[in-house]
């Protein structure tokens, strides 16, 4: 009997396999059949069809980020636990770094650990105390339930650690970075409409700010926690069930800002989450609504030199832009007007935002262009508030990040709270003298505690009421979360207000039942109540007006004065490069002897970038569908200072290496970033392979920064980066060096690194001839070092114009550049040019130059006044061997005294100082120079040829010398290397650099064969032998990269 069951089931399967497939095939038809049903077109259906398109493609995208992220952190995971192992027997990858952020993995094994016990938290917070709320709140949700809730396996991970000391003895402040990338399940069922809904797998990532407060001298030790976002975190959720309609483009943002909004009201600044660890804490309520820290004054001045985004003729015709400011400081947002059709557009708007946390909040200001559709980034510069309070005021041009180009000009001033009156009349007057749009500027803030209330009316017997607050002064409204069927509510809520005047203002509180917006009662207090009481602070129970005899309302209001206490006159604002300042009277008609430049003149820093290798980047470049993995072709981006830099692109390379330097001037400007952006090169669009940055600030202080940087928004890869950050110095004690180590890094490709900084300050010119007519010309003055040129802006027609502009360029060869100006009309008349040979400056103390100098081809009297300084870039390879002498490097020879050579060929090789030992006696056949060095940071073998000196020829004629090495025991072609033919000489120069890619460990097992050599005659192939030399490279000192002479032996000798 079950074997024929089975074999009747056995029978039926493959039938019904092909019924369903039939009713699968059938439902396809059905909302063709509906939408005619219903009398629909064909265009209700496309709209239907491309609805649920963009719906599977927004949902597979979500699921693929989830996969990708999880993947992440499992890689992450693992590279951490290799770490351990290493850390385990003494050893540590080269990746691993130390900086003040640390990382606190037995803090996420505690997480893990704990994990499934949250779960089994949060089920039963859901379930006992979130649901009935939500039924409690609508009479439709009263069959509303969760019908399963599971946290999943993966744990929420905290990336980095941060502590920061408190603003006082009692408190502690933690900055972690987390990270939740989950499988979390939460699905809810409203039965009444049959709805099904929930969430599974969602990430979120944000910085989490903790507060230990306050210290205690018994356990628990600390009183209670404070914890919240310091910035918007950002959020991605996977939906399903009905929710899923919540995954249609368009929705699907407006859902996920939507619970983003939901969340910052109670976890980001200024809301916080406060968890008390002891009973009847005395400071829970301050600690829940603490005061402000401060108010900064922020004043958008304007910008300049703006992206120019509106485009015609598909691009063909540049235009302009039509820039508009966003300012946000946590859940602070405000908006600039927009300027039509400008690049450097002019605001001189005023906004006021109130400061909760120093360090850690900042104002982020985005540019963008206003378009009618999209509107174009056009910039972002962001700035920590604790660089704010430690100036107090701070006026700078901010360069713009983020692909942006331009600079911003804000200025920015902290406001301290004062708990008195004293100064009230001072910070009015002084109100009255800005010129604030668009509001005038505040006098004070007042915030408002809203507690509780007790014995609130009800509009209908047996009926408690939805009790909410609204709390107005003047047109500025804040309402409060609402408390349900109760009538004697608790809300524990704060706002704040800013007050222009508080003598004469009032603050409006309105009592109402949400959602018919009754009234239940109203409260209206005079601010000038308030300047009357102890510390400018009242707390108690308030009567309500229209409301029960009983109604009361507990409520703590604090005011405080904002005091401007930096001094009033800074200095004229700074202006942005390139750009005058506003020329001031000059009280006569006496020339000053001397340039007068600002005091920032001189302090620029030159960043030294080396972009050395990227590790485990994605796959882009994938066949047949992705059924076939490929490789991608990376190139790097570099950003500072608004210059970018672009690499060479690697082809079909996963972990490729460039070995390229970039070099740009930078100024310590607080908010820039170093950006690096990778890109794999495609036909059409580029595709990105991650993104990191590096805090400028973080270079210059440190000095090197020399790490693994990990790459962001990627499923995996790192990048690894050298970046020095070199002060000029005034002193040419070290040029040889320098130059000679400049030499020695030179990389392969790219620009020859430079060896000083040359500051111009270009101050003003006198008796410049006139224009035909007797008219003053419109004057501008060009400076250009080798093909690097800049000019100052035209001033307004005069003999005698006034410029104050400074410029700076990178120098390579100080030796043998010079510094050429032009002064002309702006109609191209030329009025007077300056040569400047940078020798010159090389023999001036200080190595600055500062006076009048005379312009060739202008008036008899024309002249410029000028001061222009160099700054030797001392690198840190220069420094660390500065202070001891270099060891020989070869058995036999010895470094020749210090000589200066230029030729056609470029910058010789430096050599060390005169007090060198003798060199040795003439060698029968002369002498062959060698620089030989291993480059730890390319891990190369680098041979620099410099050159031959009395070489003996074998025959009448003069010998045309060039050098062939040999990297022994391998005599291949790819071991080989050859310099270029010098025509008819004994004392040929080279200056040639070559490489091998060997590690050091094999390098120092090899050896090196120089053979010189001299081409042959038109009938004769045969090569003429002048010479060779052979090193063994064990007895070679590579780390030392010193050059020295060699005597040449006969090609027949031994080695």
């Not at 400049?742 to 101050?763: I, K, M, T």
């Not at 400076?783 to 120098?811: H, N, Q, Y």
């Not at 025991?969 to 490489?995: A, C, G, Y």
């Amino acid at each position: 009997m079950e074997r024929r069951g089975a074999e009747r089931g056995a029978e039926r399967g493959p039938a019904l396999a092909a019924l369903g497939a039939l009713g699968r095939r059938a439902l396809w038809a059905l909302p063709a059949y509906a939408a005619g049903l219903l009398g629909l077109g064909a265009a209700a259906l496309v709209l239907a069809l491309a609805l649920y398109a963009g719906w599977r493609r927004r949902r597979s995208a979500r699921e693929r980020s989830l996969r990708l992220a999880a993947q992440l952190q499992r890689d992450e995971e693992a590279a951490v636990r290799a770490a351990g192992l290493g850390a385990a027997r003494g050893e540590l990858p080269a990746w691993v770094s130390f900086p003040d952020v640390e990382r606190a993995e037995w803090l996420n094994k505690v997480l893990a650990q704990a994990w499934p016990f949250f779960g089994r938290y949060m089920e039963k917070l859901l379930v006992e105390n979130v649901a009935p709320s939500i039924r409690a709140s609508n009479t439709h949700l009263q069959t509303f339930t969760f019908t399963r809730v599971d946290m999943g396996e993966k744990p929420l991970r905290v990336l980095g650690v941060r502590a920061h000391p408190g603003a006082h003895q009692k408190q502690i402040l933690l900055d972690l970075n987390i990270s939740y990338v989950g499988d979390v399940q939460i699905d809810v069922e409203v039965k009444k409409f049959f709805c099904k809904a929930g969430v599974k797998g969602m990430q979120l990532h944000g910085m989490l700010r903790i507060i230990l407060e306050p210290l205690l001298g018994d356990v628990p030790i600390v009183g209670a926690l404070t914890m919240f976002f310091i910035r918007r975190p950002t959020l991605d959720i996977n939906w399903t069930g009905m929710t899923n309609l919540l995954d249609i483009p368009g929705l699907s943002s407006m859902s996920d800002t939507m619970i983003m909004d939901a969340i910052s009201s109670y976890l980001v600044l200024p809301n916080r989450l406060l968890v008390p660890l002891v009973p009847d804490l005395p400071e829970a309520a301050q600690l829940r609504c603490p005061l402000p820290r401060g108010v900064v004054r922020v004043h958008l001045r304007g910008a300049r030199d703006l992206r120019s985004k509106d485009r015609f003729m598909g691009g063909l015709v540049g235009g302009k832009s039509d820039p508009y400011a966003v300012l946000r400081v946590g859940t602070q947002v405000v908006t600039s007007r927009v300027i039509d059709n400008e690049l450097n557009p002019t605001w001189d708007e005023v906004y006021e935002f109130i400061v909760h946390e120093v360090p850690g909040q900042e104002i982020e200001v985005e540019l963008f262009d206003k378009d009618p559709d999209q509107d174009d980034l056009l910039g972002r510069m962001k700035l920590d508030f604790g660089e704010v309070l430690k100036a107090r005021v701070l006026e700078e041009w901010f360069p713009l990040q983020g692909g942006g180009q331009g600079r911003l000009h804000l200025r920015l001033e902290w406001l301290s709270l004062m708990a008195d009156t004293s100064r009230l009349d001072q910070v009015l007057e002084r109100n009255r003298t800005i010129a604030a749009r668009p509001d005038p500027p505040s006098a004070a803030i007042l915030v408002v505690y809203l507690d509780r209330a007790e014995e609130l009316p009800m509009k209908k017997p047996g009926k408690e009421p939805n009790p909410v607050v609204q709390v107005s002064v003047q047109d500025v409204t804040r309402e409060s979360k609402v408390v349900y069927n109760t009538s004697a509510p608790v809300w524990e809520d704060a706002f704040r207000f800013f007050l222009h005047d508080p003598r004469n203002q009032d603050v409006d509180i309105q009592v109402k039942d949400d959602p018919r917006q009754s009234s239940l009662g109203s409260l209206s207090l005079p601010l000038a109540r308030l300047l009357d009481a102890p510390e400018l602070t009242l707390a108690q129970p308030f009567p309500l007006q229209r409301s029960g005899p009983g109604s009361r309302l507990y409520l703590k209001l604090v005011l405080r004065v904002l005091f401007f206490d930096a001094p009033e006159n800074g200095g004229p604002p700074p202006a942005p490069p390139g750009q005058p300042e506003p020329p001031g009277s000059t009280g006569g008609t006496q020339r000053p002897p001397r340039a007068n430049p600002d005091p920032q003149f001189g302090t620029e820093h030159v960043l030294r970038i080396h972009l050395l290798e990227a590790q485990s980047l994605v796959a882009k470049d994938n066949l047949f569908g992705g059924a076939v993995r490929g490789r991608s072709d990376p190139y790097a981006r570099v950003r500072v200072a608004g210059r970018s830099f672009r690499s060479r692109v690697v082809k079909e390379e996963l972990n490729p290496r460039w070995n390229e330097v970039y070099e740009a001037v930078v100024n310590n400007i607080p908010g820039q970033d170093v950006e690096f952006e990778l890109f794999d090169k495609d036909l059409d669009k580029d595709d990105f392979l991650g993104r990191c940055k590096v805090p400028l600030r973080r270079v210059l202080s440190g000095r090197v920064v020399d790490e693994w940087l990990p790459l962001e928004d990627v499923k995996s890869g790192r990048l690894h980066v050298r970046m020095e950050a070199l002060t000029p110095t005034p002193s040419t004690d070290l040029l040889e060096q320098v130059l000679h180590t400049n030499s020695l890094l030179q990389p392969p490709r790219g620009e020859e690194l430079s060896a000083a900084l040359l500051s111009v300050f270009l101050d003003r010119a006198a008796e410049l001839p006139l224009r035909k007519g007797s008219k003053p010309p419109s004057p501008f003055a060009s400076l250009a070092v080798r093909d690097v040129s800049v000019r100052t802006k035209p001033c307004a027609p005069t003999a005698e114009p006034v410029w104050d502009e400074g410029f700076s360029f990178l120098i390579k060869r100080p030796h043998v550049e010079s510094l050429e100006l032009q002064v002309k009309d702006e109609g191209g008349q030329p009025l007077g040019a300056l040569s400047l040979p940078l020798p010159r400056l090389l023999a001036c103390p200080g190595l600055a130059l500062d006076s009048w100098l005379p312009l060739a081809g202008g008036g008899p009297g024309s002249q410029i006044l000028l001061r222009a300084q160099l700054g030797v870039l001392v690198p840190q390879q220069v420094e660390e061997g500065a202070g001891g002498a270099a060891p020989a490097g070869g058995g036999d020879a010895a470094p020749q005294p210090a000589e200066e050579e230029f030729g056609a060929g470029g910058l010789r090789q430096r050599l060390p100082p005169a007090d060198s030992p003798p060199e040795p006696a003439e060698g029968p056949l002369g002498r062959l120079q060698l620089t030989l060095w291993y480059h730890r940071d390319e891990r190369k073998l680098v041979a620099i040829v410099h050159g031959c000196r009395n070489l003996k020829p074998v025959s009448k004629e003069l010998p045309d010398p060039y050098v062939s090495l040999v990297l022994l025991p391998d005599r291949s072609r790819s071991s080989k290397r050859k310099t270029n033919v010098q025509k008819k000489t004994l004392n040929p120069d080279f200056n040639e650099r070559f490489e091998w890619d060997v590690s050091l460990e094999e390098a120092s097992r090899r050896k090196l064969e120089a053979h010189v050599k001299s081409t042959g005659s038109f009938m004769s192939r045969e090569k003429e032998a002048l010479g060779k030399i052979h090193l063994d490279l064990a007895q070679v000192d590579l780390a030392e990269g010193g050059p020295h002479w060699y005597e040449l032996r006969d090609e027949r000798s031994s080695p």
